[in-house]
């Protein structure tokens, strides 16, 4: 701030006096060469800016001075509400993504499945559901962390084959693939996955993983939830005949009974 004030005085000083003395010219006025007129004459038009100007630049300074620091302060908030904006966005966007995935496997959810569902109404869709075969019992038996595991072995079989956007863990023990109608492969290939699962249990020995599946159409703007109940009854109809994997009476394969 003082070498501004230094500067706006300076320029002052040889303003004043530069028109002074141009004014003189232009009036036609010489100066004498003694006396107390020439000395005013010669003196004035630099000690009159010399003397005043500081006292009028230095509150403009300082006025500028806190308008350039306000403004800076503007500037940053203005950055900081913006980084803001941006973060929240982000958080939005993360907790919209969290609320479409199941926490276990990272697959859709039911939520996610119907809303992929419906973006793809355009065209007409291929379904599948595919059941764990006796799930209870390998919670009871083996634990919820066997159960997990098995269940994070499927999502991980079905995208496999299908892809992750296109899975989705319905709830429990029940998933759901959607892919295009045009792409039945798709289903051929998931479901050759469940018939070759297998998981090693907590003490060391493998088992198959029996699941059933089942399929049905969706035509182009079609009910989902007609369509997933099609899907549903063809399944628990291949449950009833036999799930899609080699398994034991009560739909595991127990290694005690059947070391093959």
Same mark, same amino acid.
Request: hydrophobic letters at 50%.
């Given at each position: 701030m003082a070498r501004r004030v230094v500067v706006e005085t300076a320029?002052?000083?040889?303003?004043?006096?530069?028109? #002074?003395?141009? +004014?003189?010219?232009?009036?036609?006025?010489?100066?004498?060469s003694g006396g107390a007129g020439g000395v005013v004459m010669l003196v004035a038009p630099v000690a009159t800016p010399l003397l005043v100007a500081p006292f009028v630049a230095l509150?403009? +300074?300082?006025?500028?001075?806190?308008i350039t620091r306000l403004l800076g302060e503007v500037d940053r908030t203005?950055?900081?509400?913006?980084?803001?904006?941006?973060?929240?966005?982000?958080?939005?966007?993360?907790?919209?993504?969290?609320?479409?995935? &199941?926490?276990l496997t990272?697959?859709?959810?039911?939520?996610?499945?119907?809303?992929?569902?419906?973006?793809?109404?355009?065209?007409?869709?291929?379904? %599948?559901?595919?059941?764990?075969d006796d799930f209870k019992l390998v919670n009871d038996r083996w634990g919820h962390a066997t159960? &997990? %595991?098995?269940? #994070?072995?499927?999502?991980?079989?079905?995208?496999? $084959?299908?892809?992750?956007?296109?899975?989705a863990r319905l709830g429990g023990d029940e998933f759901a693939l959607v892919v295009d109608a045009t792409d039945l492969e798709c289903l051929e290939r998931a479901a050759g996955e469940l018939a070759a699962l297998r998981?090693?249990?907590?003490?060391?020995?493998?088992?198959?993983?029996? #699941?059933? $599946?089942?399929?049905?159409?969706?035509?182009?703007?079609?009910?989902?939830?007609?369509?997933?109940? +099609?899907? &549903?009854a063809a399944m628990y109809a291949v449950k009833r005949r036999g799930a899609l994997g080699r398994h034991g009476g009560d739909g595991w394969q127990d290694p005690a009974r059947d070391p093959a």
């Open positions: 320029l002052a000083v040889v303003g004043s006096t530069a028109v #002074c003395y141009l +004014a003189y010219l232009a009036a036609g006025l010489s100066f004498p509150p403009f +300074a300082r006025a500028s001075e806190r203005r950055h900081a509400l913006a980084r803001e904006v941006d973060e929240r966005a982000e958080v939005q966007r993360r907790l919209e993504e969290l609320a479409r995935r &199941d926490p990272g697959l859709l959810n039911r939520r996610g499945f119907f809303e992929l569902a419906a973006s793809r109404d355009r065209a007409e869709l291929a379904l %599948m559901v595919v059941d764990v159960g &997990d %595991m098995v269940l #994070c072995r499927i999502a991980t079989a079905l995208s496999g $084959a299908a892809g992750p956007s296109a899975v998981i090693t249990l907590p003490d060391g020995t493998e088992t198959e993983v029996a #699941c059933s $599946a089942g399929s049905s159409l969706l035509a182009a703007g079609a009910s989902i939830d007609a369509a997933l109940a +099609a899907a &549903d």
